[in-house]
């Protein structure tokens, strides 16, 4: 990123927001990940050292919201739909179309529902943009996301996770364990002492 917050090498036209803060080893392919970007917070997206996010990555963040992304961390395509909180810990991996959201931004109730949506033609820039109530996601180190899986609000998951591709991750994936499914399921346990911890 350069002085006037723009990537030397993006096809799109637009600018890194202020409240972004990238390592200066961490790769963004470019700004047009921070099309739906509307935080307010000092720091509303962080990206660690060396870490990567590749076109495809959609930071969706509302005004409260903070997206942290560790150390060597590949996002691969991801959209991040945050309120609250998304965590993403050092040297995890997350495939193509990942979908991660700590909140529904629109309500249960089908007549507040309709309300939310007969709003949207009003409102510039035309989105549903409603508060409802954020659980943050927190990913821990060395988790492996696979393609198309879904992690909904609250879910937290443990270092050294496989998540299954095309999972729905509605509970607590514990470390060490390969999940996948809807709901995301155990499929089997993995050996920590047989992962190299020298990272
Ligand atoms: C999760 C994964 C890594 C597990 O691989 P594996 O250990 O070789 O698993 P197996 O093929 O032996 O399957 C073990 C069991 O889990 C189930 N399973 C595997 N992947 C699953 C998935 N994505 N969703 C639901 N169930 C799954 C299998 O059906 C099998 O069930 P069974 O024991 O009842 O027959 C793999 O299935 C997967 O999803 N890979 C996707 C990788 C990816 O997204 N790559 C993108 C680029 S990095």
């Known amino acids: 990123m350069d002085a006037t917050r723009t990537l030397p090498w993006d096809w799109y036209a637009g600018v890194i927001p202020e409240n972004v803060a990238i390592d200066e080893t961490a790769y963004v392919e470019t700004s047009f990940s921070f099309t739906q970007y509307r935080s307010q917070t000092p720091a509303g997206v962080c990206i660690g050292r060396g870490s990567s996010a590749y076109s495809g990555t959609l930071f969706d963040v509302g005004p409260r919201g903070q997206v942290r992304i560790g150390d060597y961390v590949l996002v691969n395509g991801a959209r991040f739909l945050c309120d609250e909180e998304i965590e993403i810990g050092d040297y995890t991996f997350i495939s193509w179309n990942v979908v991660l959201m700590d909140t529904y931004r629109v309500p249960f ?79 089997r346990r993995l050996d920590p002492k047989e992962i190299n911890h020298a990272l």
């Open 109 to 187: 109730d089908p007549v507040a529902r309709r309300q939310v949506t007969a709003r949207v033609p009003l409102v510039e820039p035309r989105r549903i943009d409603h508060a409802t109530f954020a659980r943050p996601i927190r990913i821990g180190r060395a988790v492996w996301i696979g393609f198309d899986v879904c992690i909904l609000p609250g879910v937290t998951i443990g270092e050294g996770a496989v998540v299954g591709a095309r999972s729905v991750v509605v509970d607590d994936v514990v470390p060490y364990t390969i999940v996948g499914g809807n709901p995301a399921r155990l499929v």
